[in-house]
Nanobody, 118 residues
Framework: QVQLVESGGGLVRPGGSLRLFCAAS????????MNWFRQAPGKERELVGY????????NYADSVKGRFTISRDNAKNTVYLQMNSLKLEDTAVYYC???????????WGQGTQVTVSS
């Protein structure tokens, strides 16, 4: 059974940093790219970025490029989201996600709240 569990969220001041974690289980983690999404209050869920299965390639939304970094440790079945220079508008629930299987079913974690506030 595919499980994704995020952690690391919290309250941070503008300009601060947070590192989010996503622990994966129930599938061969190293075979699949991983995504981070976020959803702010009253807004649609948006893609923050993704990382290929090897970890060699990443891509980011323009709104976070240069501030956020996605990495992964395939030995630990964990993907990370390092968030620096946080802004008020980064406040959202952050989700890790992937698609697994022949039908490309998308799986989501439960999300972790990030609040940027002075």
């Amino acid at each position: 059974q595919v499980q994704l569990v995020e952690s690391g969220g919290g309250l941070v001041r503008p300009g601060g940093s947070l590192r989010l974690f996503c622990a994966a289980s129930g599938f061969t983690f190293s075979d699949y790219p991983m995504n981070w999404f976020r959803q702010a209050p009253g807004k649609e869920r948006e893609l923050v970025g993704y990382i290929t299965n090897s970890g060699r390639n990443t891509n980011y939304a323009d709104s976070v490029k240069g501030r956020f970094t996605i990495s992964r440790d395939n030995a630990k079945n964990t993907v990370y989201l390092q968030m620096n220079s946080l802004k008020l508008e980064d406040t959202a629930v952050y989700y890790c996600s992937t698609t697994v299987g022949s039908r490309n079913r998308r799986y989501w974690g439960q999300g972790t709240q990030v609040t940027v506030s002075s």
